[in-house]
């Protein structure tokens, strides 16, 4: 009965490090969160400012009509840098997920009405008048996969800052284009735009909570 009872305490002991390490791993693995200004956790769903880190080239994020057309808007940069912008929020593609961390897919979305009749989340689009990729509204909210590979942006660690990332991970099978997010200016305004030429940089950002 000794021995009976030694193995079965040996195989329970085995088969919880079997179910318990890959659990603990996972944890340990999960990408570190990002930091508001203030040094606090950003949390899914609430109001931040995206504020430019180098001040003297514009203030915060917002949105515009660019080109010829009205709709959907454009995500520009402020072009006084006391302005801190129009509110947003993230939304992890995990909505169960209540903190926002880095390499992560995120939905942005602009708290905000507009005279569009469309969402304000960020969306990723090819001009094909430049061959520019610039990032526009009119996205959709959740829903990964193949139909929304135009909508996830990642935040990643820059040097003591942050960047933001289109590099979306939400469709295995999806080609992708992985670039940063830069400032490209076009018609006196500051538009956010991949970074597909040498005059285009990461735009290096910081956080504000929203009053």
């Not at 929304?148 to 933001?164: C, Q, R, T």
């Not at 006196?188 to 735009?203: A, Q, S």
Request: overall charge positive; aromatic content about 8%; proline content about 6%.
């Amino acid at each position: 009965m000794k021995t009976t009872a030694t193995h079965l305490s040996l195989c329970f002991i085995i088969l919880f490090s079997i179910h318990t390490i890959p659990l603990l791993s996972s944890a340990a693995e999960a990408p570190p969160p990002v930091l508001d200004i203030s040094g606090k956790v950003l949390r899914a769903g609430v109001n931040y400012y995206i504020l430019p880190v180098i001040r003297g080239r514009g203030g915060g994020l917002s949105l515009a009509s660019t080109g010829n057309n009205t709709c959907p808007l454009s995500v520009v940069q402020e072009q006084s840098e006391v302005k801190n912008g129009l509110p947003l929020t993230f939304h992890p593609v995990d909505p169960k997920k209540g903190v926002v961390r880095l390499s992560t897919d995120h939905n942005i979305k602009f708290s905000a009405s507009t005279i569009c009749v469309q969402s304000t989340v960020w969306r990723l689009d090819n001009d094909e008048s430049t061959g520019k990729y610039f990032v526009n509204t009119g996205g959709v909210e959740g829903n990964p996969g193949s139909g929304s590979i135009s909508n996830w942006f990642k935040i990643e660690a820059y040097g003591s800052d942050y960047k933001l990332l289109f590099c979306p991970t939400v469709c295995n099978f999806c080609k992708v284009i992985c670039r940063d997010v830069g400032i490209v200016v076009q018609d006196g305004k500051r538009r956010l735009g991949l970074t597909l030429t040498d005059d285009v940089t990461p735009f290096p950002v910081m956080f504000k909570k929203a009053a």
